[in-house]
């Protein structure tokens, strides 16, 4: 086993009781453990800094050792965190997997998530949280609390994360001001999925390194003119299942010229939007469409100048292929796959 100092011991004793349902033993899939490992767990001695308490129906997060740096809790039955049991390891936990548990905000005591401060992943997914549980540590990478029951995202908790480069709280109940300017000032943000919310506009105050930005399935009506030329790295925007229409995209909204892919599917637009010429990947299906418009891709058409678009979807529109002119071949020269139907 490992060694605790008595203190810690006599406060947390009851954590090494009952976190069984009566007929279930655990049993090790990483081979052999090490010594310093809490006996619940499995902590392989060829990786002996992690320790796997993954599936195992516990109902609280065990004692973990001195030395242990990744330690997985997924797919348990967890509701609790009780204070303490990150005592041994509050400055060198990098690792939290606590996705597919019961947890609620009530019942993460002070003292546990809150005094983590070398924490670069903390994954959450699955829970009942209706607040983001966010850790001191600077080091920070990767936050992922999809299906919970967020609503809202005070601005400020984010504020002095200056590593994260990875943000998912895909289904959640989030609205726009419920959010507000959350992600603000984060410098290495590469990639942020909001879909399945409650969102009506795209989120503010997006870093100019964001490079991939997801928010399908919510509520949003229109793009804010020159919402794009703020975010010159962004490369992948989707925002399918919304409620766009032409009137609530001002000309030009999605002609910049890093976008390589844009998802506008699922929506209620009757024209094709201007793209750049740059973009790759163009999903316009189950639309509105009933134009095929050629200046929405070309401006104009010669030796360098034509659209880079290799997949376009217009199916499920009013538009078929002979609504096409003539001289759509020159414009979309490197377009593989164009779909109607």
Known sequence: MFSLHIPIVAVLVNLALCQYDYDYQPFSMHGPSGPNCNQECDCPI???????????????VPIVPTGIKYLYLQHNMIEEIKAGVF??????????????????????????????????????????????????????????????????????????????????LQENELTSEGIGDAFKGLKKLLSLDVSHNKLKKLP????????????????????????????????????????????????????VTSLLELDLSFNKLQSIPEVNEQLEQLYLQANEINKFDLASFCKFTGPLNYSRLK?????????????????????????????FE
């Not at 078929?320 to 020269?333: E, I, V």
Request: proline share 6%; net charge neutral.
């Open 311 to 339: 997949h376009l979807r217009l199916d499920a529109n009013n538009v078929t292929h002979g609504n096409m002119p003539p001289d759509s071949a020159n414009c979309l020269r490197q377009a593989s796959d164009i779909m």
């Open 87 to 168: 005592d041994n390891v509050t400055d060198t936990l990098r690792w939290l997997i606590l996705d597919n548990n019961q947890i609620t905000n009530a019942k993460i005591e002070k003292g546990t998530i809150d005094k983590l401060t070398a924490l670069e992943k903390l994954f959450f997914s699955n829970n009942n949280i209706t607040e983001p549980v966010i850790p001191p540590s600077k080091a920070l990478e990767e936050l992922k609390m999809m299906h919970n029951k967020l609503s809202k995202f005070p601005s400020g908790l984010l504020s002095d994360k200056e590593n994260l480069t990875s943000v998912s």
């Open 46 to 60: 060829n990786f002996p800094s992690a320790m796997y308490c993954d599936n195992r129906k516990l109902k609280f």
């Open 204 to 255: 503010v105050g997006l870093p100019s390194s964001l490079e991939i930005l997801y928010a399908d399935y919510n509520d949003i009506d229109k793009v804010g003119a020159g919402y794009l030329k703020k975010l010159p790295s962004l490369r992948y925007l989707r925002i399918s299942h919304n409620k766009l229409q032409d009137s609530g995209i001002p000309s030009g909204a999605f002609n």
